[in-house]
C-alpha cells in the first residue's frame, strides 16, 4: 500500500501538535500531548528531531496531530483525533512541489480524558507499526 511505503527512508520527524481549541482548555495540553506521542516514538527507537533540522531531510516530514472536541457533559467528549504524516511531494505533470498527507489514521471517539488518551496512543502505536514496517532499521 502507498500509505504504508511512503513512510520508507524517514530517518527522523517532528512532531506537530494543532492548537486544541477552547473544548478542550484546562483538560489537555498541546505540551502534554506532544510529550505523550514523543515518548512512544522514543520507546519505538524512532529518531525525534527539531523542525529546523526536519525541514533539513529529505521530505521534510512532519508527524502532525489534531484533536477536535465537543463537550458531551462533565468531563466528556465527543473527539475527532487526526495523526497524520506530511512530506514535500511534487506533482508529476509539472514538478510543483507542496506538503501533502502521505500517511493518515484518524478516529472519533466519546468519552474522559482517559479515552481521548488512550485513542491518540492507539494511532501514534498504528504509524509506528507502519513506520517500523518499512524502516526495521529505525
Known amino acids: 500500500m502507498l500509505r504504508k ?9 517532528y512532531v506537530v501538535v494543532e492548537d486544541l481549541g477552547p473544548e478542550l482548555k484546562g483538560v489537555l495540553t498541546r ?3 506532544r510529550k505523550r ?10 529518531r525525534l528531531v527539531k523542525e529546523l533540522e526536519a525541514a533539513k531531510l529529505p521530505g521534510e516530514p512532519y508527524l502532525y496531530v489534531n484533536l477536535a472536541a465537543l463537550p458531551l ?10 495523526i497524520e504524516v506530511h512530506q514535500l511531494v511534487a506533482l508529476v505533470h509539472n514538478s510543483a ?4 498527507i502521505t500517511w493518515e489514521q484518524g478516529v472519533v471517539t466519546a468519552g474522559g480524558v482517559k479515552t481521548i488518551y488512550n485513542n491518540v496512543d492507539e494511532l501514534v502505536f498504528d504509524f509506528i507499526y507502519d513506520y517500523l514496517a518499512m524502516n526495521p532499521d529505525g
Open 5 to 13: 511505503e511512503s513512510l520508507r527512508g524517514i530517518h527522523g520527524i
Open 31 to 33: 505540551s502534554e500531548v
Open 37 to 46: 506521542v514523543e515518548k512512544q516514538l522514543r520507546t519505538a527507537g524512532i
Open 73 to 82: 457533559g462533565s468531563k466528556r467528549y465527543a473527539c475527532r483525533i487526526d
Open 97 to 100: 512541489s507542496g506538503h501533502a
